[in-house]
T-cell receptor, first 111, second 116 residues
Framework: DAKTTQPNSMESNEEEPVHLPCNHSTISGTDYIHWYRQLPSQGPEYVIHGLTSNVNNRMASLAIAEDRKSSTLILHRATLRDAAVYYCILRPYNAGNMLTFGGGTRLMVKP | KAGVTQTPRYLIKTRGQQVTLSCSPISGHRSVSWYQQTPGQGLQFLFEYFSETQRNKGNFPGRFSGRQFSNSRSEMNVSTLELGDSALYLC???????????????FGAGSRLTVL
């Protein structure tokens, strides 16, 4: 399985942008890049996903490197409710829902 | 629309007992997958069911089993419980068809199992 590498933790100030990096140097051409986050005492929730182009939605933006070996999740204005563990996951087109979660990045937001 | 519903939310069992956890997926979703989350191992894939058939299986012993019903609801069972089975068990659903890479998983809140 292609693997992802993320920093264990990051800290941000409230209302400032946050850039969460993810390295996936062994990504294959058909792997989608997904981001999920897990708030305390909850199941993971979907944030955003992309294949090659940068993506925006109401929660965040996803910037994908041209060689697709890394990506960055961008939270434009962090709030206290964004404090969570963020997981970067590669989803092959043909592997069903057998996902491999790494350790994720624990984001702490300071008021 | 209603999300993924898992029951029970919390339960306590003793070693050697068995447990059954239930998951109701989002209406119309035909794929249900199960994950185990522990502080030491993180989130690990258990198995996936699609249209009542197991489609993928993770690296867990045979004590862990599951099934899916015709209405897409799924159950997982753990027999002969061990202390190490204490974990948060998460269920997720997707439509299950088409390009899996683009499908988004919707997770339930999980069932927290404590084995004493």
């Amino acid at each position: 399985d292609a693997k992802t590498t993320q920093p264990n933790s990051m800290e941000s100030n409230e209302e400032e942008p946050v850039h969460l990096p993810c390295n996936h140097s062994t990504i294959s051409g058909t792997d989608y890049i997904h981001w999920y986050r897990q708030l305390p005492s909850q199941g993971p929730e979907y944030v955003i996903h992309g294949l090659t182009s940068n993506v925006n939605n109401r929660m965040a933006s996803l910037a994908i490197a041209e060689d697709r070996k890394s990506s960055t999740l961008i939270l434009h204005r962090a709030t206290l409710r964004d404090a969570a563990v963020y997981y970067c996951i590669l989803r092959p087109y043909n592997a069903g829902n057998m996902l491999t979660f790494g350790g994720g990045t624990r984001l702490m937001v300071k008021p | 629309k209603a999300g993924v519903t898992q029951t029970p939310r919390y339960l306590i069992k003793t070693r050697g007992q068995q447990v059954t956890l239930s998951c109701s997926p989002i209406s119309g979703h035909r794929s249900v997958s199960w994950y185990q989350q522990t502080p030491g191992q993180g989130l690990q894939f258990l198995f996936e069911y699609f249209s009542e058939t197991q489609r993928n299986k993770g690296n867990f012993p045979g004590r862990f089993s599951g099934r899916q019903f015709s209405n897409s609801r799924s159950e997982m069972n753990v027999s002969t419980l061990e202390l190490g089975d204490s974990a948060l068990y998460l269920c997720a659903s997707t439509p299950g068809q088409g390009n899996a890479g683009a499908n988004v998983l919707t997770f339930g809140a999980g069932s927290r199992l404590t084995v004493l």
